[in-house]
């Protein structure tokens, strides 16, 4: 009567589903502050600002983006170096 329960394997979805959705909300929060950055970087060109404000949007829209790359090779589990190196060649034409 116990041979059945011993084959049993309970799986506790709510703890590997929490954890996937973690990492959803971590890149959509990376993603919207790399999109902010870039719309605020549009829209300080469109408002043709002046040149420090516009030094200032672009620095900012560069470092968002590249943290936005790395913060995407963390959730995935590559190396930064992997993935740039992944993300150029297939940028590159060969």
Do not use: H, Y
Not at 19 to 39: D, F, N, P, S, Y
Not at 42 to 66: F, H, Q, Y
């Amino acid at each position: 009567m116990n041979a059945g329960k011993e084959d049993q394997v309970r799986v506790q979805p709510a703890a590997d589903g929490r954890r996937i959705g973690a990492r959803r909300w971590l890149l959509v929060g990376g993603g919207l502050i790399c999109l902010t950055c870039w719309i605020a970087l549009g829209l300080g060109i469109a408002m043709d600002m002046s040149r420090g404000t516009l030094l200032v949007l672009a620095t900012l829209a560069a470092l968002a983006t590249e943290g936005l790359f790395w913060l995407v090779a963390a959730v995935l589990g590559i190396t930064v170096f992997q993935a740039r190196r992944k993300i150029w060649s297939w940028l590159r034409p060969a």
